[in-house]
């Protein structure tokens, strides 16, 4: 009964939230799949299935530059 909870602990990643953060975002577009790129930490990527963003020689796109600009900025207004 409970057994899709003991397999999402046993599949536990770090960025559980995020992928389900991912696909509400997907789910809420039209022709969009949801980023399934572990090294993709932006909810808001617009990649898809294919998502190479934070990939070497992979291309990052939009929505992520801009989320990684605000993280970057909100951690040196936090360091100061
Ligand atoms: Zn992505
Ligand atoms: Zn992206």
């Known amino acids: 009964m409970s057994s899709s909870v003991i397999r999402r602990e046993f599949m536990a990643r ?4 995020l992928v389900d ?7 809420s577009r039209t022709d969009l799949e949801a980023c399934e790129n572990a090294n ?6 617009e ?11 992979g291309k990052t796109c939009d929505p992520c530059v801009a989320f990684k600009k605000e993280n970057s900025e909100r951690a040196a207004r936090a360091a100061t």
């Open 14 to 17: 770090p960025a559980d939230d």
């Open 21 to 27: 953060a991912k696909r509400a975002f997907a789910a």
């Open 40 to 45: 993709c930490k932006c909810a808001r990527c």
């Open 47 to 57: 990649c898809g299935k294919a998502c190479a963003c934070d990939v070497p020689d």
